[in-house]
């Protein structure tokens, strides 16, 4: 039969909360012990479906940050828009984590650096973004780190001004990023090579941030050969970074 013949079928049907749960177990009581009704209850609950589907209908639900970042790039008439759309995601990608911890990049400052990154906490590795407003590069990691961020809730991601941070520090190693945990740095990265290069993606990220164990992802965890020989000593680093904001 055609969709039309399947749900022109009048009144709904009615049935009852106690034979929809005892029909999700295989159990056909009530309404569904009828063959005949059965199917049309069936019929009925795949014609709201796909009326449903139909009425909420948006393009734009499925693309990623980085598709409508592109899309900001490409088109200037629909810019806010695309922006509104790229927050809306933000926020629902937050939402979907349900018992996020953090969920957003946090700007901070320098005052705020002991008690944000060095004290985090126990277990809770952070992400520090050294950027300048206006720098493209920062621009850019900053928008897969809002990403990360939201996907990733149980890590901490903040970003800071770097020369508020370390006075004169050299914009040629912008953007700049941190890895802390357990109040020890364990990472130091500058530029976009080690993201994957100019043509990095929000995946190019979060592998690097997987693979420095400051998330966790499943797929990217199967991915990842078995040895990963990442070095994490940057002793001499730290006690210079350390040295600025102490």
């Not at 709201?48 to 592109?70: A, F, G």
């Not at 990691?141 to 001004?161: G, P, V, W």
């Not at 290069?197 to 990217?220: C, N, P, Q």
Request: negative net charge.
């Amino acid at each position: 039969r055609t969709l039309s013949t399947m749900f022109n079928q009048g009144a709904p049907i009615q049935t009852t909360e106690w034979s929809d749960i005892q029909y999700k177990f295989g159990n056909k009581v009530g309404k569904y012990a009828d063959p005949e009704m059965e199917q049309k209850i069936l019929e009925q609950r795949l014609k709201k479906i796909v009326e449903d589907t139909v009425d909420n209908y948006n393009p734009n639900d499925y693309k990623t940050l980085e598709q409508i970042d592109e899309e900001l790039e490409d088109s200037y008439d629909d810019d806010r828009e695309l922006e509104r759309l790229r927050q809306q995601r933000i926020a629902e990608m937050n939402a979907s984590a349900g018992n996020s911890t953090f969920g957003r990049v946090r700007k901070i400052e320098k005052v705020d650096y002991v008690n944000e990154v060095t004290n985090a906490g126990e277990g809770i590795p952070v992400v520090l973004l050294l950027m300048q407003p206006g720098h493209s590069d920062c621009a850019r990691l900053k928008r897969s780190f809002d990403e990360c961020a939201a996907k990733y809730s149980e890590t901490k991601f903040l970003e800071i001004i770097s020369t508020e941070c370390i006075p004169g520090f050299p914009e040629k190693q912008l953007p700049c990023v941190i890895i802390y945990k357990n109040g020890n740095l364990v990472k130091q990265i500058t530029g976009l090579n080690p993201w994957g290069g100019a043509k990095f993606t929000s995946e190019d990220v979060a592998y690097e941030l997987h693979r420095m164990k400051v998330i966790w992802d499943a797929e990217i965890e199967d991915s990842l050969p078995s040895e990963d020989p990442t070095p994490y000593s940057l002793k001499s680093w730290s006690t210079g970074l350390n040295r600025y904001l102490t």
